[in-house]
């Protein structure tokens, strides 16, 4: 059974930083494209960032490019969420997310990040 | 970017009833290699979203027949036929073929 558990969400202030991690089983991590996806408070999906299956292609949209970076640890089964510069606006339940040709397959049970002062 | 247009916004159904919802891309979501990667997703109450249908119109993994999807290009719809309980909820389209990977708003389907 596929399961993707994310951890590391929390309040924290504008301008910080915050970690975000997904801890995967049940398939063969090396072998997928892995996402990030966020949802403010009663709005709907935004595509955060995804990463090619050796880490070598990442993609972002401009609404997190410079500030957020996507990485993932095939050895542990392992994927990673780096938000730097955190604004307001970043508030959200971010989902991780298993992606290939048959879209955004897999979603994890998500983790809140709230940004504030 | 893609802007993905749903419509309508909402929607307010019998059980039994069948319903329809449109997506429409403001591009093309056919890809170099001839596939289309539109694909329609459910988030129910309190839950995480959950992928029904991939490429315009493949049932997901334990997906009941009664939901299919059709179109081509830029138009795309989502008929679920005899709606049950456990439908209800905001479905989503989404495209991958070109990034960023974009979302449409969302229907919210409710009981009438």
């Known amino acids: 059974e596929v399961q993707l558990v994310e951890s590391g969400g929390g309040l924290v202030q504008p301008g910080r930083s915050l970690k975000l991690s997904c801890a995967a089983s049940?398939?063969?991590?090396?072998?997928?494209?892995m996402a990030w996806v966020r949802q403010a408070p009663k709005k709907g999906l935004e595509w955060v960032a995804t990463?090619?299956?050796?880490?070598?292609?990442?993609y972002y949209p401009d609404s997190v490019k410079g500030r957020f970076t996507i990485s993932r640890d095939n050895a542990k089964s392992s994927l990673y969420l780096q938000m730097n510069s955190l604004k307001s606006e970043d508030t959200a339940t971010y989902y991780c997310?298993?992606?290939?040709?048959?879209?955004?397959?897999?979603w994890g049970q998500g983790t809140l990040v709230t940004v504030s002062s | 970017d893609v802007v993905m247009t749903q419509t309508p916004p909402s929607l307010s159904v019998a059980i039994g009833q069948s319903v329809s919802i449109s997506c429409k891309s403001s591009q093309s979501l056919v890809y170099s290699d001839g596939k289309t990667y539109l694909h329609w997703l459910l988030q129910s109450p309190g839950r995480s979203p959950k992928r029904l249908i991939y490429?315009?119109?493949n049932l997901g993994s334990g997906v009941p027949d009664r939901f299919s999807g059709t179109g081509s290009q830029k138009d795309f719809t989502l008929k679920i036929s005899r709606v049950e309980a456990e439908d209800l909820g905001v479905y989503y389209c989404?495209?991958?073929?070109?990034?960023?990977?974009?979302f449409g708003a969302g229907t919210k389907l409710e009981l009438k």
């Open positions: 490429q315009v119109s």
């Open positions: 990463i090619s299956t050796s880490g070598s292609r990442t």
């Open positions: 989404a495209q991958t073929t070109h990034f960023p990977n974009t």
């Open positions: 049940g398939f063969t991590f090396s072998n997928y494209y």
């Open positions: 997310a298993r992606q290939s040709y048959e879209g955004f397959a897999y």
